[in-house]
């Protein structure tokens, strides 16, 4: 619509956080193979016009995974999930057929390991809100996108604490937390750990209605950063609704966070930890 591509030119930051280091083309993946989220065709829209607009990118959007395939990932440099649900990498139906099912579940292995191998050898992994709602019970993918989806027991206005203001990826916050209504994931415990990764932003520990969270350690992390074997990995979960994808100040976030990715943005991703 076009009152909605006004609205996010309206949000696109003026500048790049970072010059870019070279030309650089990302892989926008949509595909769901389980719950779809209706903001997926403005963040299309969105993401593709933080890029051009901003000379940050330029994007290319699919939903054929055969776009893993080794050869075809090689094109770009970096892959943003957004909004992808389930096992990305097998059809809705698997096949009954034995021989069939053994095809299905080699292709499968094959794009897994294209994406590991993608990122581990200097390339760049992004996420927004459900891409941790995919593929959760693959310890690879895990490690990469940080976080497990475990529930949502909040949609509404939350208030959002900023770590480290000064942070190259904070800069847009100006060291202030934030209000935002968004549908909040809370993510497995095994997942989203500041041990393992740069928390970038949480839930407010002190509001009320943390207590709806399951978690014992009470850590309901938002956005986070991890370098990943020569590449590095950027998530946040904010994206639900439309209005997110031409929020100014979350387009500014984000952009940080794919520069990060792209190296051409200089971020310390050492976790540190949070109380």
Known sequence: KEEVVKKIAAAIPDSTPAKPKGIRKVLIFTKTNGFRHGSIPVAIKSLTMLGEETGAYSAVHSEDDSVFEPESLAEFDAVFM?????????????????????????????????LVNFVSSGKGLAGTHSATDTYKNWKEYNDMM???????????????????GSHP????????????????????????????RRILLTLAPEWKEISRGKREDKMYAISWI????????????????????????????????????LGDLDADAEPIPVK
């Open 82 to 114: 957004i909004n992808t649900t389930g096992p990305l990498f097998l059809p809705r139906k698997m096949p009954k057929d034995p021989a069939e099912r053994k095809t299905v579940l080699a292709r499968e292995a094959r794009l897994k390991a294209s």
């Open 169 to 196: 990826l904070n800069k847009v916050f100006k060291g202030k937390g934030f209000t935002i209504a968004d549908e909040i994931y809370q993510f497995r415990a095994d997942t989203s750990s500041p041990k393992d």
């Open 226 to 261: 991890r370098n990943y074997g020569k590449g590095r990995t950027f998530y946040c979960s904010l994206g639900h609704r439309d209005e997110i994808y031409y929020n100014p100040v979350v387009l500014e976030h984000y952009l940080s966070g794919f520069q990060f990715v």
């Open 146 to 164: 940080g976080g497990a989806f475990d529930g949502h027991p909040w949609h509404m206005e939350v208030p959002i604490r900023v770590l480290d």
